[in-house]
């Protein structure tokens, strides 16, 4: 007599290790490694950043932004643009540095939530070094792009810092 297996799911198309039920619970079909694992949470929050999505969940933004980020070897800007009711429009990375800094126009960050008509913005940007503190310049361009953003009744949310050691969000210091 054949027995039934215990976990009858379905093969995940973008991550062939897993299987899912109608449940959406996912179960590994072999042993992984923590590489394939880190993969396939990255694939699960990405679905949670597409267009349209609402922005409800601080932790998964910040946790999605950290791995996205954290482990490049140079400085990026991004920004999340999000409509009236905090729901993504658009994730750009709008500014690519060096290994310990990158220049952010707050002319072009203007331009291009006019573009998509954002209502609010979240700014992210990583430190290679691993350490999520703020530096000066960090805290003068969130109040620039703030002050800038503010003239055209478009709010900053937050601003996170991620990093290998942990994240910083300006907004629950009281920076933004």
Same mark, same amino acid.
Request: net charge positive; no cysteine.
């Given at each position: 007599m054949d027995s039934q297996p215990a976990f009858d799911g379905i093969r995940t198309p973008k991550a062939p290790y897993f299987v899912n039920d109608k449940n959406g619970l996912y179960k590994a079909?072999?042993?992984?490694?923590a590489e394939q694992i880190i993969d396939f949470a990255k694939i699960l929050l990405a679905d949670r950043f597409k267009p349209g999505q609402p922005f409800d969940n601080p932790y998964v933004v910040r946790e999605w932004l950290r791995l996205e980020y954290q482990d490049l070897e140079h400085e990026i800007f991004a920004c999340l643009f999000l409509d009236n009711g905090n729901c993504l429009i658009a994730h750009e990375i709008l500014f690519r540095g060096t290994i310990g800094a990158a220049s952010v126009y707050p002319r072009?960050? +203007?331009k291009r939530a006019l573009q998509l008509n954002a209502a609010a913005v979240i700014f992210a940007h990583n430190h290679p070094s691993g350490k999520p503190e703020p530096s000066n +310049?960090?805290?003068?361009i969130t109040d620039k792009l703030q002050q800038c953003l503010s003239l055209l009744d478009i709010k900053t949310l937050d601003?996170?810092?991620?990093?290998?050691q942990g994240t910083c969000s300006f907004a629950e210091h009281g920076w933004v």
């Open positions: 079909k072999k042993p992984l490694t072009e960050v +203007a +310049a960090d805290r003068m601003h996170l810092i991620v990093a290998k």
